[in-house]
């Protein structure tokens, strides 16, 4: 895996989108990463609309709630049968089955 730089950045908001996004790679340090900057001026900014109405419209979904809690505090082993649920959950309501 390639270290993707973000700069001189603060550790705790770096490690807060290294882990929310799954941006696994990213590190603080000059560059910055041409990737990380596109995604972040291009990528997200066109999507995040429809990416936040989706989230709005799950999170007013108790089925869909109740499941993000489960995994949210499940034990590794159980997470595959949960995720499975939350994709089916997700189906029902028109999604397409995941995020």
């Known amino acids: 895996m ?3 730089f973000t700069g ?3 550790e705790a908001e770096l490690l807060e989108v290294r882990n929310e996004l799954h941006f696994n790679d990213l590190y603080a340090g000059h560059g ?3 990737r990380v900057r596109d995604r972040f001026t291009r990528t997200i900014p066109k999507n995040a609309a429809s990416i936040a ?3 709005l ?4 979904d108790p089925t ?4 993000i809690g489960k995994i949210r505090y499940a034990r590794y ?3 595959d049968v949960l995720v499975a649920d939350l994709r089916a959950a ?4 028109g999604r397409r089955g995941g995020w």
């Open 53 to 55: 109405q989706q989230w």
């Open 57 to 60: 419209e799950s999170a007013s």
């Open 90 to 93: 997700n189906l029902a309501i």
């Open 77 to 79: 082993a159980d997470r």
């Open 64 to 67: 869909i709630t109740d499941l």
């Open 2 to 4: 390639n270290r993707q």
């Open 8 to 10: 001189n950045v603060n």
């Open 32 to 34: 910055p990463s041409v």
